[in-house]
């Protein structure tokens, strides 16, 4: 009985900080509908500035001063991000925001390399909280024992601003109807400014808070973001109490994960996620979301056409120069534009979920990775043949995609699209820690193709049917009833339905599908590589995707593709320098605000305007 209250205690102090993030996540989503990627960055910056402050700071007051100094600057932080980055684009679509908060994350990432370094940062213990208490013969560290009293202090101050003042009944009534609240003649503007410079001091307030039980780096954003989504989607977005009883829920949950099941560490979190939105598919306290339209707001998207015979004669140019790359150029120009063109096809795979179903997945990489997997796996135990392993991983993929929006499919917008994440990391998690089968950390190599395709030219040419290919039928099936009912179901499903078309069903064959085509991209690179790791099925892979279909263009059947050679040639640009994260997340935000059709879109317009092309051209 004592180490069981010794582990519930452990677990409520692991999760103040945890609530503190969750929180201020919770109340930007809540009013201003942002889902910020970027609120882990903020939990990161709270750590390092607290840091940098206790060392000016001595003795007890300058230690919690410090803290509290944190979050006031981090919520400074916070109004500038908000202003210039957020402001102008509130209007726009879900996944330009995402966006945009994914730009911010790479920018405060190389500033805090500049300015406080590379290496760990040690966090100073607490001034007269040094041991532990002994409670019921268990040892229990005293500050641990802090941090119980002062998040509840934390949430019921939360709760007296929300329920007690004039603040926050605008804060409800903001989360409720924001036009509502617009039509009365609240400034709209500045009460998103508040609400986001709060929620960026509790997350600078928490990230300094935990300085003492672990210290600061340079993956805390990534680190926590996970965590926090869970934690927010579990409790229901925009729902304070459900997040603190989601943190602790969590928390405890890990506590005992590490003392009995250590191995179920990493999917722990992710299963009770699943298991919650498969009863309650908008979390313990949350209500129906009303979807967003993930990219399809603004003026009505024009009809979709073949490609004109002058965008034929382009493409095929572009082809053609693309094939004599082996009588021209290096070898290493061949494995760079078999990359590219792997890439490509991966990024036209969520592209035709995303733009052409209006299904926004956070967990694509599951797909990619999981047909490179498939094929590693054939090879490395079964001793399977190339071929029939190439053949073999987009179906499984395929399948897998299958299973997996069959649950998915039940929720929408931000529900669904973090479900989506969860089963992506529950498979990056057995696969990272199910070391006898898959390698683990290690991966699998030796992975290497047949003697007819062991060529780097050979090897680039396959790789260039395929992925052309691949894409072709992509847009062939968009011109196809399919593809028409597809969009059809994505721009009003009740309408759709009442035309007697299967919604659901078109959905679910449409994320099946778009899983095999990116498990096809999979099987062709660990093919390319002659291994696979599971960063391969991690997030950065699947917000890899989503920045690539946003940059080209998510309302053009030649985004994915455009956006992916783009975002290829300008990071092999970009990472020759040292801060590339910088000029990547500012050039990011630039085409967010001043860009947001993409590369191709903000083309079209351009040869538009110029004459050069009729308004229903869309490719």
């Known amino acids: 009985m004592e180490f069981f209250v010794a582990q519930v205690l452990t677990g409520l102090a692991n999760a103040s900080s945890l609530f503190l993030v969750a929180c201020g996540l919770s109340l930007i989503f809540g009013v201003?509908?942002?889902?910020?990627?970027?609120?882990?960055?903020?939990?990161?910056?709270?750590?390092?500035?607290?840091?940098?402050?206790?060392?000016?700071?001595?003795?007890?007051?300058?230690?919690?001063?410090?803290?509290?100094?944190?979050?006031?600057?981090?919520?400074?932080?916070?109004?500038?991000?908000?202003?210039?980055?957020?402001?102008?684009?509130?209007?726009?679509?879900?996944?330009?925001?995402?966006?945009?908060?994914?730009?911010?994350?790479?920018?405060?990432?190389?500033?805090?390399?500049?300015?406080?370094?590379?290496?760990?940062?040690?966090?100073?213990?607490?001034?007269?909280?040094?041991?532990?208490?002994?409670?019921?013969?268990?040892?229990?560290?005293?500050?641990?024992?802090?941090?119980?009293?002062?998040?509840?202090f934390v949430a019921l101050s939360l709760w007296y601003l929300i329920t007690r003042t004039r603040l926050g009944v605008l804060v409800r009534a903001a989360t409720q109807d924001r036009e509502m609240v617009g039509a009365l003649g609240v400034n709209q503007a500045w009460l998103f400014t508040g609400v986001f410079a709060l929620g960026s001091a509790l997350a600078g307030l928490g990230g300094a808070l935990q300085l003492p039980k672990g210290g600061a780096d340079l993956l805390m954003d990534f680190n926590i973001l996970a965590p926090v989504?869970?934690?927010?989607?579990?409790?229901?977005?925009?729902?304070?109490?459900?997040?603190?009883?989601?943190?602790?829920?969590?928390s405890v949950l890990n506590v005992f994960g590490v003392t009995y099941l250590p191995q179920s560490t990493l999917v722990l979190m992710f299963m009770v996620m699943i298991v919650v939105l498969m009863i309650r598919p908008y979390g313990i306290f949350g209500r129906e979301e009303v979807a967003g339209e993930h990219g399809q707001v603004g003026a009505p998207e024009n009809p979709i056409k073949p490609a004109s015979s002058r965008t034929r004669a382009i493409i095929a140019v572009g082809l053609t120069v693309l094939a004599l790359l082996p009588v021209y150029g290096t070898s290493f120009s061949q494995?760079?534009?078999?990359?590219?063109?792997?890439?490509?096809?991966?990024?036209?795979?969520?592209?035709?979920?995303?733009?052409?179903?209006?299904?926004?997945?956070?967990?694509?990489?599951?797909?990619?990775?999981?047909?490179?997997?498939?094929?590693?796996?054939l090879v490395t135990h079964l001793n399977t043949p190339m071929e029939l392993a190439f053949m073999l991983a987009p179906l499984g993929a395929g399948l897998?995609?299958?299973?997996?929006?069959?649950?998915?499919?039940?929720?929408?917008?931000?529900?669904?699209?973090?479900?989506?994440?969860?089963?992506?990391?529950?498979?990056?998690?057995?696969?990272?820690q199910w070391g006898d089968v898959t390698g683990g950390d290690d991966g699998l190599v030796n992975i290497w193709p047949s003697d007819w395709l062991n060529d780097t030219t050979a090897y680039f040419y396959f790789t260039l049917c395929m992925?052309?290919?691949?894409?072709?039928?992509?847009?062939?099936?968009?011109?196809?009833?399919?593809?028409?009912?597809?969009?059809?179901?994505?721009?009003?499903?009740?309408?759709?339905?009442a035309t007697g078309i299967d919604?659901?069903?078109?959905?679910?064959?449409?994320?099946?599908?778009?899983?095999?085509?990116?498990?096809?991209?999979?099987?062709?690179f660990v093919f390319s590589k002659g291994s696979v790791f599971p960063n391969e099925l991690e997030i950065a892979r699947s917000f890899d995707a989503l920045i690539v279909v946003f940059l080209g263009g998510v309302k053009t059947l030649a985004g994915g593709v455009v956006g992916a050679g783009f975002f290829k040639g300008i990071e092999e640009t970009l990472i020759r320098f040292e801060y590339w994260r910088l000029v990547m997340g500012l050039l990011i935000i630039g085409i967010v605000i001043l860009a947001p059709d993409g590369v191709v879109g903000s083309l079209r317009n351009a040869a538009r305007r110029l004459g050069l092309t009729s308004k229903g051209d869309t490719q």
């Open 400 to 432: 897998g995609a299958l299973a997996i929006g069959w649950v998915c499919l039940r929720l929408t917008g931000v529900y669904f699209a973090m479900l989506t994440l969860a089963f992506a990391q529950l498979i990056w998690s057995l696969v990272f």
């Open 32 to 152: 201003t509908r942002i889902v910020n990627f970027a609120h882990g960055s903020l939990y990161m910056l709270g750590a390092y500035i607290g840091y940098s402050l206790m060392q000016v700071l001595p003795g007890g007051l300058g230690f919690w001063g410090s803290i509290l100094l944190a979050g006031v600057a981090v919520g400074i932080i916070g109004v500038v991000i908000e202003m210039l980055v957020l402001r102008p684009i509130y209007r726009a679509p879900e996944l330009f925001q995402l966006v945009a908060t994914f730009g911010v994350i790479l920018v405060i990432q190389d500033l805090a390399l500049i300015i406080w370094g590379p290496e760990d940062l040690l966090g100073p213990r607490a001034p007269g909280l040094r041991g532990v208490f002994r409670i019921m013969g268990e040892p229990i560290p005293k500050y641990d024992i802090v941090l119980l009293v002062i998040t509840p």
């Open 229 to 250: 989504f869970v934690v927010v989607v579990i409790g229901g977005m925009g729902s304070l109490p459900g997040a603190y009883l989601a943190a602790i829920i969590i």
């Open 467 to 497: 992925a052309v290919g691949g894409i072709l039928v992509l847009r062939h099936i968009a011109h196809s009833p399919f593809g028409y009912a597809l969009r059809a179901a994505r721009d009003s499903q009740r309408q759709a339905e």
């Open 503 to 524: 919604t659901h069903k078109i959905q679910l064959i449409a994320f099946g599908f778009a899983g095999l085509m990116g498990g096809l991209a999979g099987a062709l």
């Open 335 to 377: 494995v760079l534009a078999t990359d590219v063109l792997i890439f490509c096809l991966f990024a036209a795979s969520l592209h035709f979920l995303l733009g052409l179903g209006g299904l926004v997945s956070f967990g694509h990489a599951a797909y990619y990775g999981g047909g490179a997997y498939v094929a590693a796996l």
